[in-house]
């Protein structure tokens, strides 16, 4: 069965730093695009990023372009979320997601981390 | 980018049809196959429904069908159940790696 599973969610000052991190489990995860995608309280879903399986092509939001890094450890299954600068409006619950292979389109999601960014 | 546009609410009795549209723009819908659509129970994950504008994955019923006709795509749900009730997203691919979500549509089952 295929489970993404996020941690390292919490509370941070505007200006603070966060890593998120997404374990996977039952599928092969060295091949498989992985994404970042975000829902702010009372809003909709926003994609954030993505990066290949490899680790070697990334693509952000512009929104947060600069401020967040997308990383990946295939050795331990693990994707990343390292967020800088935070600011109010990074607050929101993060679902890191599974790509469905060749369709462009997001598969399997976490069951997300809330991230808080308030004085 | 602007989020692609969706009506803020839909409804219908047990057994209707209610269908959602999905309105981009000529470098996102109308530019790509690789629209996709979402149910969103709130408290838990979302759920690929459709992808590549009409295709189910498996587990989905066939109750749920996509189109697109040009920067518009929609979302049928056929036979509404009490469990349909829900909000639905649709996104789009929008070249370089990038994606376009919708605004979000509340299907409310009366």
């Known amino acids: 069965e295929v489970q993404v599973v996020e941690s390292g969610g919490g509370l941070v000052q505007p200006g603070g730093s966060l890593r998120l991190s997404c374990s996977a489990s039952g599928f092969i995860f060295t091949t498989s695009i992985m994404y970042w995608v975000r829902q702010a309280p009372g809003k909709g879903l926003e994609y954030v990023s993505r990066i290949s399986g490899d680790g070697s092509g990334k693509v952000y939001a512009d929104s947060v372009k600069g401020r967040f890094t997308i990383s990946r450890d295939n050795s331990k299954n693990t994707l990343y979320l390292e967020m800088n600068n935070l600011r109010v409006d990074d607050t929101a619950l993060y679902y890191c997601?599974?790509?469905?292979?060749?369709?462009?389109?997001?598969?399997?999601w976490g069951q997300g981390a809330q991230v808080t960014v308030s004085s | 980018q602007s989020a692609l546009t969706q009506p803020p609410s839909a409804s219908g009795s047990p057994g209707q049809a209610v269908t959602i549209s999905c309105t981009g723009t000529?470098?996102?819908?109308?530019?790509?196959?690789?629209v996709s659509w979402y149910q969103h129970h709130p408290g838990k994950a979302p759920r690929l429904v459709i992808y590549e504008v009409n295709k189910r994955p498996s587990g989905v019923p066939d109750r749920f069908s996509g189109s697109k006709s040009g920067n518009t795509a929609s979302l049928t749900v056929a036979g509404l159940q009490a469990e349909d009730e829900a909000d639905f997203y649709c996104t789009s691919y929008a070249g370089n790696f990038n994606f376009v979500f919708g605004s979000g549509t509340t299907v409310t089952v009366l």
């Open positions: 997601v599974k790509d469905r292979t060749g369709a462009y389109s997001f598969d399997h």
């Open positions: 000529s470098s996102d819908v109308g530019a790509y196959n690789f």
